[in-house]
């Protein structure tokens, strides 16, 4: 069995695996120094003492595109998930040496459409900063998958993602009802230039940042279902 064939079951048991050096130190700060001079004031941009943050950051930095999809990366969700993958969200965070801001555990059950519209099995529906999410099958959850890219060594003491492994196969599951006397949270700390890959459904969290150390991160969600006619993907980019 190959490394490869193991990070797949990696990937399929646990909901999310780890891999270092997709981005050399070179490309890492090409991405930081194309991020900062994106500040602005437009709808899709946030900032706060706790997080800066930009929604559709691949919209509203069209050049960041031809850094983050380099050829490591294409191979890697090539193999990991094959043909036929689009991006349907992206943002970037931010999260300061001083920050407050956490994530309390939940799953990513939402994805972001162009418009509010009355259609079976999708449902609630959520309003953020003009942009409308729907709560969709939960056969497009299962399917979908997301790539964080940390420009950041992210650790415990600055807030890198805790999950649950293997949470993602439980379909929907309530935070209210883990339980802690069996689940094993698992820290996933990544060096910077590494991204961490997850399935929506794997129940997730972080923490506030406790070492004085910053946490970038370019958060990508990846899709191959066509929605229904009614609805479009807000942010659908064919990039792969």
């Not at 930009?54 to 043909?83: C, H, M, T």
């Amino acid at each position: 069995m190959t490394t490869d064939d193991i990070l797949k079951g990696v990937l399929y048991r646990d909901g999310h695996c780890t891999i270092n050096a997709v981005y050399d130190e070179a490309e890492t700060n090409a991405l930081v120094n194309l991020l900062r001079q994106a500040e602005s004031d437009n709808d899709t941009f946030r900032k706060t003492d706790d997080l800066f943050a930009i929604r559709q950051v691949l919209k509203e930095v069209p050049a960041l595109s031809n850094l983050v999809f380099n050829n490591k990366l294409k191979s890697v969700i090539n193999y990991l998930f094959g043909d036929g993958y689009f991006v349907v969200k992206s943002i970037y965070f931010d999260k300061p040496p001083a920050s407050n801001w956490f994530v309390a555990w939940h799953q990513d059950l939402t994805i972001s459409v162009n418009k509010k519209v009355e259609l079976g099995g999708y449902g609630p529906w959520t309003v953020k900063q003009n942009q409308f999410a729907v709560q969709p099958p939960l056969n497009i959850l299962q399917d979908n998958f997301t790539i964080r890219i940390h420009l950041d060594d992210a650790d415990e003491g600055n807030g890198a993602l805790k999950v649950i492994p293997g949470s993602h196969l439980r379909n929907i599951y309530r935070p209210e009802t883990i339980n802690w006397q069996v689940e094993q949270p698992h820290t996933c700390a990544v060096a910077a230039g590494g991204v961490m890959i997850m399935r929506p459904l794997l129940m997730h969290a972080s923490g506030r940042t406790t070492n004085s150390k910053p946490r970038k991160v370019i958060h990508i969600e990846f899709s191959r279902t066509e929605l229904p006619e009614e609805i479009r993907w807000s942010e659908r980019m064919n990039v792969l």
